[in-house]
C-alpha cells in the first residue's frame, strides 16, 4: 500500500479479469502500476481476489508487444512455434502505416476476389463496449455479413439463449448483491470461490445470516463448506435432476399458481412433462438420493425469496440450453423472478462478456439483441452507419468459422483479443485450421499462441491503458481509464480498428472513445438515461428509467419483454452427453479454471505473483483413483481422449469423484483443449467442455 509519497498518480477503473466488475485504484509510479486497491464500487464494495490485488503487472511484462510486426518472407512455415522473447525469425517490426495498409490491402483483396465472406472476426471480451461495438460493425459494415463473434459462445451462449426464447431477455434478473435479500440460493454448475471470488464473499456473507445455501455439482466444490445441501450429482445428469425437483414441487403442490396464472405460459404442458420425472425414477440416473431431492425442492420452493446463480458446469454441456430452461422453469413455477432477492443470475465470466454481447458481437444479433434477420433493424443501423444493407442470415459462430477456415471457405480473419488457437474445443483442428488462412490479422497485447499464426500483428492495450465503458454480470455499467500509456508503439483497440476502417474505405471518423459511445446509445435502448456525462462519476444498472435512476436491480418484477407480457415454460428432456465413457475411455474428463489463473493464461501466467503460486500445469484426481493407478501426488499421468493426449501433473482432490478428472485449461504447455469434444448444443452452438470419455495412465520413467 502507497502513501501520498509513494506514488505520482491514482486512478479509478474496473478490474480487467471477471465479470464481477470489481472497482479498483491504480496507484501509478514512474510510468508504472505499483499497487491496486479495491474501492467502493456497487459489486465490490471495497473487496479484491488475489487476481485483482496481485495480478496486474502482466501489463508491464517484456512480453508485452510494443510495434506492429509483419511476418517475414522467409519465416518457417507457421505452427505453435514462436519465442515470445524472440520474434526475428518470424517477425519483422514494421509502422503503423505499413501494418495497417497490408492488412487492409490483403482483407480487401480477399474481399474482391472471392467475396466479404471469405474475411471472418473475432473480437474480444476483454476489450470495452465501445471497441466490441466496433469490431462487429466493422465486419458487418465491411464485409456486409454477420460472421463475427467472440467467447460467449464458449462460455453462456447457451443460458442467452433459454433466457432470450423464455424471458425475453438474456441478462440477469436480479443482481448478485441481491442475495442481501433472498433466504434460499442454489449455485449450480459454478465455483465461485475460484471463478468469482468477491461475488462468493457475498454469497458466504448470506450463509453466515442463516440463508440456506444449496450447492450443486460434480465436483465437491469450495462453497459446499457454506451449503445447507451438497448435492454432488453425475456429469451431465443436470437436466434429470433438475426435473425431478420440479416434479416434487408439483406433487406436493409447492408451485405459485397465482404467479403462474399472471406471468407465464406452458404451464399445463411443463406440469405432465415432469410428471414421469419422480425422485425415485431420478435417482440412479443422476446419482441423487429422493431423499435429498424432495429436501431440495421444498427448501427452494418454500424460501420466500429464492436466487439461482449458475455458471459454466450448466451452460457447456450438448444439453446446455435444456438446463437453463430447466432452471428458468424452477423460477417461475415457485414465483421467484422480479421481487427482491429473487430472480435468475448467470455468473458471466470474463469482465466484459455481458457489454461485448449486448454490443452485438455476436453473429445473430445487432446491439442489444436486435435481430440480423429483421429488415427495419438493419435498417436503423445502417442509416446511423451511412452504409448499405447487409446480409440478413445470421452468421457462423466461433466454432463454426473454425471449421470454415479448415475447409479453405475463409480465407481470411482479423481477431482481436480471442486466443482460439488455445480456447477451441478442438485446439489441434483450429491451430491446423489457422495456418492455412492467407491472411491472418491478430490485434493483442501478448504474441498468443493464436498470434503464432499471424500475418500481421497490431500491438493493442490493456484494460488498464484504455477510456470506455464495461458492463458486469449484474448489468452495471462501468467507466475504465488510463492509469498508464500502452508501451511503445501499442494503441487502444477502437483507434486501431478505426484506422483499418478508413483504410478498408468506410467512412468512419472516430476521434474519441465517447463519440462511439454515443453511437451505440442511437440504437441501444438498454442505454437509455446512461449518458456518457453521468457515467464519469456513477455506475448505472441498466435498465435505468429516468436520467437519474441509477438503475433497476431487479427487473421483470410486473411481465417479461416477451410478445404478450409471459415469461414462458419450455419442457427439457434428458439427452445423454454426446461421448459415453466405454472400455478404451473409461473416466470422465471437466475442464475448468482455477483461483490464480485465467482463461487462456496469456495475462495471468505472465503475473509473478500468480504464477508463482500456480506455476505448473495440473489436473485433480480423487486420492482412490490415485492410489489404483500407483500415482503419487505430483507424479505425471497421460490423458487420452478420441482428440489427442496430453501429460500433465496430477493432484489428489477428494472433492473429485472417484470416476472424474479436473482439467484447468490455462496451461499451453498441458492443453486441455487437445482433450475436449467439439460436439455442440444445438441452439446456443455451445462446445461440450464439461465432459469428455478420457483414458488415464501414469506416465512410466519419470
Ligand atoms: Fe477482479 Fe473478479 Fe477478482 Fe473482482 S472478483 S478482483 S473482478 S477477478
Redesign the pocket.
Known sequence: QGDSKDFDTETET?????????K?SLKVKDGKVKSVE?INGPA?EG???????FGFDYIHHPHRLTKPLIRRDDAPAKGLNVDPGNLGTHFREATWDEALDLAAKGLVDLKETHGGRSVAGFGSAKCTNEEAYLFQKFIRQGFKHNNVDHCTRLCHASSVAALMENVGSGAVTATFNQIENSDVAIIIGSNPIEN????ATYFKQFTKRGGKLIVMDPRGVGMRRFATEMVQFRPGADVSMLNAIMNVIVEEGLYDQAYIEKYTENWEAQKAHLAPFTPEAMSEICGVSPDQLRRVARIYANGKASLIFWGMGISQHIHGTDNSRCLISLALMTGNVGKPGAGLHPLRGQ?NVQGASDAGLVPMFLPDYQSVMDDGIRKAFTDVWGSDDFSNEKGLTVTEIVDQVYAGNIKGMYIQGENPAMSDPDVEHARDAFAKLELLVVQDIFLTETANYADIILPASTLYEKNGTVSNTNRQVQRVRPAVAPPGEAREDWAITTDLAQRIGLNWGYTDVSEVFNEMKLNMKSLNNITWERLKTETITYPSLTPTDPGQAIVFGDGFPRADGRAKFTPASVIAPDEAPDAEYPMIMTTGRQLEHWHTGSMTRRSLVLDAVEPEANCSLNPKTLRQMGVEPGEMVRLTTRRGSIEIMARADRAIAEDMVFVPFAYVEAAANVLTNPAIDPYGKIPEFKFAAVRIEKVEGQ
Open positions: 474496473v478490474c480487467p479479469f471477471c465479470g464481477v466488475g470489481c479498483v479495491g465490490n473487496r479484491l481476489c488475489v487476481k485483482g490485488r468469482h471470488p468477491v461475488a469482465n
